[in-house]
């Protein structure tokens, strides 16, 4: 469960503070979080996420929604079944926590800033 976000700073999951961009699979916390291409979202930046096949991805796209999550993207997600709800991070945060409380499988990727 994400217990804080703090605008472009810090992200407390399950107790623990995360100061870089983060990804959450099957509860366990991947920290250190970095794309191929910075804020443009590729299949290789979640492919972990893939693999393990939730049925919701979370895409928090950054405090100001700087991270694009481009066509091909979605189209590889919607072909493999798994939902998409991209939104700035804080809300994403929120969704995330709603989505799991309901006891969905439900997977998140967060960029903490911009």
């Not at 700073?9 to 920290?31: C, E, F, N």
């Not at 096949?53 to 100001?64: H, M, Q």
């Not at 929604?65 to 997600?77: C, E, H, T, Y």
Request: proline share 2%; charged share 25%; aromatic share 6%.
């Amino acid at each position: 469960m994400i217990e804080q976000y703090i605008t472009g700073s810090h992200m407390t999951v399950d107790g623990r503070r995360y100061t870089r961009d983060l990804k959450i699979i099957d509860g366990r916390v991947t920290s250190n979080w970095w794309r191929q291409s910075g804020h443009r979202l590729s299949s290789g930046d979640i492919a972990d996420i893939m693999s393990a096949g939730p049925e919701i991805l979370v895409i928090g796209t950054g405090y100001a929604g700087a991270l694009r999550v481009p066509g091909d993207v979605r189209r590889l997600l919607k072909e493999r079944n798994i939902r998409l709800v991209a939104e700035q991070t804080r809300s994403a945060s929120e969704t995330y926590n709603r989505l799991l409380a309901d006891g969905n499988r439900v997977a998140g990727a967060f960029h903490l800033t911009c």
